[in-house]
């Protein structure tokens, strides 16, 4: 149990264009969902916190109008990299709570963002 | 504010031999503790985790740790390692009425023959 899911696994896209990462949590629902970035050889830096049927809440120094978040139900957050930027290019990595005080999170395989 | 130390950046081990991978971590009250290995490419798979009760904890593969509260510590160990143990490992802490984790910088397992 307690498995998240993310699409794509990989996706290059040209510089100045857009693109959405889903992310499910296929057999829990979620009411509470993380979006992570990692560097090459680093750890995992939380970008956002996302709650269905709220605003996400955005790290400091993550721009929101670029990382759009949007959690419309209890097992999909997605990601948007607007206006995608070579330096944007990362390994993003999304999770899922699971539980209340403690709280668990489960993690999707993530996805590898290449901006050419 | 929480945070996790992993003083070893990158771990050296032979196969069959044991494994003792370091987490110290710094909060206030009793913490949540994680384990987390990634494999390349990969995301984060839990290995195992403490709330409350018995400090030493079983986890998946055959890994377990153990809280010490008065070290501040959540070591990682495996008596005997295999292959396939070869992998990043990252070390998090929570706490009661905050759902973030603040992750550890990870130790880089290399299993040598």
């Known amino acids: 149990g307690a498995v998240v899911s993310q699409h794509p696994s990989r996706v290059i896209c040209k510089s100045g264009t857009s693109v959405k990462i889903e992310c499910r949590s296929l057999d829990f629902q979620a009411t509470t969902m993380f979006w992570y970035r990692q560097f090459p050889k680093q750890s995992l830096m939380l970008m956002a916190t996302?709650?269905?049927?709220?605003?996400?809440?955005?790290e400091q120094g993550v721009e929101k109008d670029k990382f759009l978040i949007n959690h419309a139900s209890l097992t999909l957050s997605t990601l948007t990299v607007t206006s995608a930027h070579p330096e944007d290019s990362s390994f993003y990595i999304c999770?899922?709570?699971?539980?209340?005080?403690?709280?668990?999170?489960?993690f999707g395989p993530g996805t590898r963002l290449t901006v050419t | 504010a929480q945070s996790v130390t992993q003083p070893d950046i990158h771990i050296t081990v032979s196969e069959g031999a044991s494994l003792e991978l370091r987490c110290n971590y710094s909060?206030?009250?009793?913490?949540?503790l994680f384990w987390y290995v990634q494999s390349p490419g990969q995301g984060l798979q839990l290995l195992l985790k403490?709330?409350?009760?018995?400090?030493l904890v079983q986890g998946i593969k055959g890994f377990e740790a153990e809280f010490k509260r008065s070290q501040s510590s959540f070591n990682l160990r495996k008596p005997s390692v295999h292959w396939s143990d070869a992998a990043e490992y990252f070390c998090?802490?929570?706490?009661?009425?905050?759902?973030?984790?603040?992750f550890g910088t990870g130790t880089r397992l290399t299993i040598i023959p």
């Open positions: 999770s899922a709570m699971l539980g209340y005080n403690p709280y668990e999170q489960y």
């Open positions: 909060y206030g009250a009793t913490p949540y």
């Open positions: 403490y709330f409350s009760g018995d400090t």
């Open positions: 998090a802490v929570g706490a009661f009425g905050n759902e973030k984790l603040t």
């Open positions: 996302s709650n269905e049927g709220s605003k996400a809440t955005y």
